[in-house]
C-alpha cells in the first residue's frame, strides 16, 4: 500500500535555493526485501549544495531527491526481511535522498541501529562527517597517542568530529580557524589550540605547540590556507585535503614538496564507500561511531532545524559562510 507524503526534489543544477521544489511524492512499494523508513532527521552538508549546484563528484539522474543522509525509524518491512522490525531506529543507507517524509530502500543495506533513546538529530549527522573525521586521523599517516594534529576549518562538523575522535584516540589538536572568538567553541569541541589563520601561523603554532613536530594537516579550505597548514608541519609531513571552502586551488610551494618532502593528498568518503572499503569494515567503523554518539562522546553543533516546507530558507541558511553549527531537516515535523 503506497502513500503521498511530502519530498524535496530538484529537476535541474544552479543556486540551490532556486532549483530545490517542495513536492507531493508518493511513496515506493514495499518489496519483500524492503523497508520503509519514516525519515526523523536529514542533515544538509555543504555536498549536497554542490550537487544541486551541478559542482559535486558524483550527481545523480535528474530528477532527483537531495540528501545522501539522514536517521528514520522502519515503518513497515517486506515478508523476507529479517535484520530490522518495525519500531527500530535505523542509518538510512547512503544516498538514498533523504530530504521526504518516507523512503523505501532494501533491508539489506541496513547497516546502523540506533537506541531509541538519544538525540535523533545529532545521529542524524552520523554518516558522513564522522567517517570523514575518522578517515582524515586513521587512513592518511601512523598516529599515536601524544601526537599533534593539525586542521583549519575547526570550527565545522568534520571539524568538531576531528577534535573528539583525537581525543578519543589519545592525539592532540591545533584547530586553525578564519576568524576571531571561537576560542571558547574549540574548547567546548574537544580542540587542545584555537589560532586564527595567517601567514604568521607557522610561527604561532609552533610557540602554541611548544615546537612539538605535526606530521598531519587536514585542510578543508584550500587556497593559501593549504601553505599555511604547509608551514607548521614536520618535515615529511602530509595535508590531507577534503574540502574547497575558499574555492582556489590548494597552494603549496614547491620548495616544500621537494625540499621538505611535504605531501599533498585528497581525502573523499565517497571513494571510500564505494572503492576501498569491504562492507565488514564500514559496518565495523559505523558501529564504531555510532557508540560515540549515542554515547554523547561524539557531537556537532546543531545552529537550525527547518521542515522540509522551509527547504528554500533551510538550503540558504545552510550555504553562509560564518555558521558555528549544521542546519538539519525535520521532514515529519510538517504538522
Not at 605547540?209 to 593559501?224: C, Q, R, S
Amino acid at each position: 500500500m503506497t502513500a503521498t507524503k511530502k519530498a524535496v526534489q530538484f529537476s535541474r543544477t544552479g543556486n540551490p535555493a532556486d532549483v530545490v521544489e517542495y513536492i507531493d511524492m508518493e511513496t515506493a512499494p514495499v518489496g519483500d526485501d524492503d523497508a520503509l523508513i519514516d525519515v526523523e532527521a536529514a542533515a544538509i552538508n555543504p555536498s549536497h549544495l554542490l550537487t544541486l549546484s551541478g559542482s559535486y563528484g558524483v550527481q545523480p539522474e535528474l530528477p532527483a531527491v537531495p540528501g545522501a543522509e539522514g536517521i528514520g525509524i522502519i515503518g513497515e518491512v517486506g515478508k523476507n526481511v529479517t535484520n530490522v522490525k518495525v519500531g527500530d531506529r535505523v542509518m538510512i543507507p547512503p544516498y538514498s535522498g533523504t530530504w521526504r517524509q518516507q523512503v523505501v530502500v532494501k533491508a539489506s543495506d541496513i547497516a546502523v541501529m540506533f537506541p531509541e533513546e538519544g538525540d535523533p538529530v545529532q545521529m542524524a549527522m552520523i554518516m558522513a562527517n564522522p567517517p570523514t573525521a575518522w578517515l582524515l586521523l586513521k587512513s592518511v599517516v601512523d598516529l599515536e597517542p601524544g601526537d599533534w594534529v593539525i586542521q583549519n576549518a575547526g570550527n565545522s562538523a568534520v571539524g568538531q568530529y576531528v577534535m573528539q575522535l583525537a581525543g578519543i584516540y589519545g592525539l592532540k589538536t591545533v584547530n586553525v580557524v578564519r576568524r576571531e572568538g571561537l576560542e571558547d567553541f574549540v574548547t567546548a569541541a574537544g580542540g587542545d589550540v584555537c589560532a586564527v589563520d595567517g601567514p604568521d601561523l607557522g610561527e604561532r603554532v609552533k610557540a602554541a605547540t611548544g615546537g612539538a613536530p605535526i606530521k598531519l594537516a587536514i585542510d578543508a579550505v584550500a587556497g593559501e590556507a593549504t601553505q599555511h597548514l604547509a608551514d607548521c608541519l614536520a618535515d615529511g609531513g602530509t595535508i590531507a585535503n577534503y574540502g574547497l571552502l575558499s574555492k582556489q586551488p590548494c597552494q603549496v610551494w614547491p620548495d616544500d614538496i621537494i625540499f621538505r618532502e611535504i605531501t599533498l593528498t585528497g581525502v573523499w568518503l565517497t571513494l571510500w564507500l564505494r572503492k576501498y572499503s569491504t562492507p565488514e569494515e564500514r559496518h565495523a567503523v559505523y558501529s564504531e561511531l555510532a557508540g560515540y554518539i549515542a554515547e554523547g562522546r561524539m557531537h556537532a553543533a546543531v545552529e537550525a532545524t527547518y521542515p522540509l516546507s522551509q527547504i528554500k530558507e533551510a538550503v540558504t541558511h545552510a550555504a553562509r559562510g560564518e555558521r558555528n553549527g549544521k542546519v538539519i531537516l525535520l521532514p515529519n515535523s510538517e504538522g
